[in-house]
């Protein structure tokens, strides 16, 4: 079964103490790597999509890369406005599941001013 | 550019009972899947469609069921509603079945059950 599991669970930053977030997954042949990000009863809001290990991508405060067995979402100097769960997402393995996406529970992270 | 719209933002139901939620794709996409959310979870995979039919399913009973429309709207219809059906319930489109495709999200349906 394809498991995707994020850490931590939670993290809290003081504003500008820049982190990272991690995604393992565990499905072989990976087929692109999805980062979200949801605010609390909201839709996730697409970031990035990633598709094979030393790419990687960024978005203003935010940049994501991709290894064989894992993503980060490093932040840099982050802003109380950055305060949200981060969803990282891959498509299934399997020709009965490529198409659905497994997502990780998610890294709720919150930026104190 | 309207981005996925779902109706109604919350809804309360009582067991046993029946729900339908509606979802319209964003503009040019064609495909459409449903998730369901429980707190402090990440979305779990419900089913998708594309043409007018489930092209795939995941791990839910058949109380989840689904249709779409000639113009790639979709409804996901609960029947015999448990207490654990209350999620957030998301529709996401894409523009194709392409694995690689991008999901968009709606701002999902709240659906609690008393």
């Known amino acids: 079964e394809d498991q995707v599991t994020q850490s931590p669970e939670a993290l809290r930053l003081q504003e500008g103490e820049s982190s990272s977030l991690n995604c393992s997954y565990t499905?072989?042949?990976?087929?692109?790597l999805f980062w979200y990000r949801q605010d609390p009863g909201k839709g996730p809001e697409f970031l990035f999509t990633?598709?094979?290990a030393g790419e990687e991508k960024e978005k203003e405060r935010l940049k994501a890369t991709l290894t064989k067995k894992e993503s980060f979402l490093h932040i840099t100097a982050p802003k109380p406005e950055d305060s949200a769960t981060y969803l990282c997402?891959?498509?299934?393995?399997?020709?009965?599941?490529?198409?659905?996406?497994?997502f990780g529970s998610g890294t709720q992270l919150t930026v104190l001013p | 550019d309207a981005g996925v719209t779902q109706s109604p933002t919350h809804l309360i139901k009582t067991r046993g009972q029946q729900v339908t939620l509606r979802c319209s794709p964003k503009?040019?996409?064609?495909?459409v899947s449903w998730y369901q959310q429980a707190l402090g979870q990440g979305p779990q995979f419900i089913f998708q469609?594309?043409?007018?039919?489930?092209?795939q399913r995941g791990n839910f009973p058949d109380r989840f069921s689904g249709h779409q429309f000639p113009n790639y709207s979709s409804e996901l219809n609960v029947n015999a509603l448990l207490l654990g059906d209350s999620a957030l319930y998301l529709c996401a489109s894409s523009p194709s079945l392409g694995v690689t495709d991008t999901q968009y999200f709606g701002p999902g349906t709240r659906l609690t059950v008393l």
């Open positions: 990633l598709y094979s």
């Open positions: 503009s040019g996409h064609d495909t």
């Open positions: 499905v072989s042949g990976l087929r692109g």
């Open positions: 997402a891959v498509p299934g393995r399997s020709s009965g599941s490529a198409r659905q996406l497994t």
């Open positions: 469609y594309y043409e007018e039919e489930e092209r």
